[in-house]
Each structure stands twice: as C-alpha cells, then as structure tokens.
C-alpha cells in the first residue's frame, strides 16, 4: 500500500501549485481520502476532503475558495488532486495525502485516517 504525494515546491505568494497524490497497492476507489498539512512548529491540520464517490468536498475555512480538491479513481491506482490557488505565505507546510477505511465517509481528523503518504513540501514566499 504506497499513497505518494507529488508537485510541492517554492512559489511566490499569489501563484498555483497542483499537488498529485498516486494511491496504489490495493483499491482506493471506495476510500474516502484528504489533504493535511503541517506548518513547521505546528500541529498537523486538515486542509480538504473528498468522499470515496467525489460527490462531496469539504475544505478548511483558511482554504475555501482558493484550493479545489477532486479525484480520479478511473484507473487501478487512484489519484488525488488538490489545485491551489492564491498562494499565500502561510499556506507553507509539508502537504500529505491520506485515505480512510474503505467505505467509511470523509473526516477532518488526522486519526480516523489509516493511510498516509510520506508529504510534499509547499513554501510560498512573500
């Protein structure tokens, strides 16, 4: 079971970034999966989720309007998105993918996820 994140990198403040997370080693198509992210020195914090369908996506109140999260679970390995937009300063974290027990509906906890991948890192300068 392997969820690797990729497309983080250093962007100025006011730019794009999409970040991909690639989900294999079993099917994901049935897991409601997220983004988390966390800021050096701080706690890990919930960014955005999508259920297992797509149908449904709930964002951080920091994040709403400016990050889109979605879903591609088309293929055998299942893939993440999340398109931010607006980048700002604070916004800078190390990015990580994360997937629920299959079935199970989207949440903002970081421990009711069983699946994490390893993290991109997103620095937004001023």
């Known amino acids: 079971v392997q969820l690797q994140a990729s497309g983080g990198g250093l962007v100025q403040a006011g730019a794009s970034l999409r970040l991909t997370c690639a989900a294999s080693?079993?099917?994901?198509?049935?897991?409601?999966m997220a983004w988390f992210r966390q800021a050096p020195g701080k706690e890990r914090e919930f960014v955005a989720a999508?259920?297992?369908?797509?149908?449904?996506?709930?964002?951080a109140d920091s994040v709403k309007g400016r990050f889109t999260i979605s879903r591609d679970n088309a293929k055998n390995t299942v893939y993440l998105y999340l398109q931010m937009n607006s980048l700002k300063p604070e916004d800078t974290a190390v990015y990580s993918c994360?997937?629920?027990?299959?079935?199970?509906?989207?949440?903002?906890?970081?421990?009711?996820?069983?699946?994490w991948g390893q993290g991109t890192l997103v620095t937004v300068s001023s």
């Open positions: 999508v259920s297992w369908s797509g149908d449904s996506t709930y964002y």
């Open positions: 080693g079993r099917t994901f198509s049935r897991n409601a």
């Open positions: 994360a997937a629920r027990r299959a079935l199970a509906g989207s949440s903002v906890y970081t421990d009711e996820y069983n699946y």
